[in-house]
């Protein structure tokens, strides 16, 4: 089976993007259509009043890594731990976050992501070097 690692509904109503994060995560949109979206990363389930006025968004790990690095996230709480939890792509977390991660641990196909950042990143930078 395919690993979700981003799950979002469009209501194209409202324009509300709305992202379910994790399993049970249920979110709805603020307009009179009601676009739903469940299940995180483990299964997805959306609807509307009106299924016509909304897109799902489903990325996958196995899809485009330049597609997948911009939509699979990490929860952080800031560095002490404290802070309100953030979602943040991959492609936005720091070098240091990264490899803190990999240290820290996580579910096989997740730490896989966070490698590849890492060696995407790598192959980005021998190639501006070698211009």
Known sequence: ??????????????EETIVSYSVHDY????????????GGLNYARYGAMDMDKITS?????DDDFEIVRKYATRGARGKD??????WIPLCDLEDDHLQAII???G????????KK??????NMLNKKLDK
Not at 107 to 114: K, M, Q, R, S, V
Request: glycine fraction near 6%.
């Open 1 to 14: 089976m395919r690993q979700l690692v981003y799950n979002a509904v469009k209501c194209h109503e409202c």
């Open 27 to 38: 979110k709805t949109c603020g307009c009179d259509n009601r676009a739903m979206v469940d």
């Open 57 to 61: 968004i489903n990325i996958y790990a």
């Open 81 to 86: 731990g404290k802070q309100p939890l953030k």
């Open 103 to 105: 240290e820290y641990g």
């Open 107 to 114: 579910t096989p196909w997740h730490i896989d992501l966070i």
């Open 117 to 122: 950042e890492i060696d995407y990143r790598a």
